[in-house]
């Protein structure tokens, strides 16, 4: 079982910034991809951001430009720099990360959330 714990939400102003990271542990096999989804009330979850286990990132077309994902893998952490935020970035955000066995099934992880706030 892998555990993922959330830190550096929080709320901030218009036009801010934040840096979100994510620290995976427990019983690790291989980290795959990982990255943030976010949801707002009454809305699907929806991905921000992920990054591939070499480092390929991908962004949704509302951050793109804004928001930059990393991971140190030595540390099977992941980051998320967010920039110039918007109150449309207003949602609770959580980790993923995809995990297994080499050639084995893998499993998808979540963190608990951590909620960002851009507002005035």
């Known amino acids: 079982q892998v555990q993922l714990v959330e830190s550096g939400g929080g709320l901030v102003q218009p036009g801010g910034s934040l840096r979100l990271s994510c620290a995976a542990s427990?019983?690790?096999?291989?980290?795959?991809?990982m990255g943030w989804f976010r949801q707002t009330p009454g809305k699907q979850r929806e991905l921000a951001a992920g990054?591939?286990?070499?480092?390929?990132?991908a962004y949704a077309v509302s951050v793109k430009g804004r928001f930059t994902i990393s991971r140190d893998n030595a540390k099977n952490t992941v980051y998320l720099q967010m920039n110039s935020l918007e109150p449309e970035d207003t949602a609770v955000y959580y980790c993923?990360?995809?995990?297994?066995?080499?050639?084995?099934?893998?499993?998808?992880?979540w963190g608990q959330g951590t909620q960002v706030t851009v507002s005035s």
């Open positions: 427990g019983r690790i096999f291989s980290l795959f991809a």
């Open positions: 990054i591939s286990s070499s480092g390929s990132p």
């Open positions: 993923y990360a995809d995990s297994g066995p080499n050639g084995g099934d893998t499993a998808r992880y």
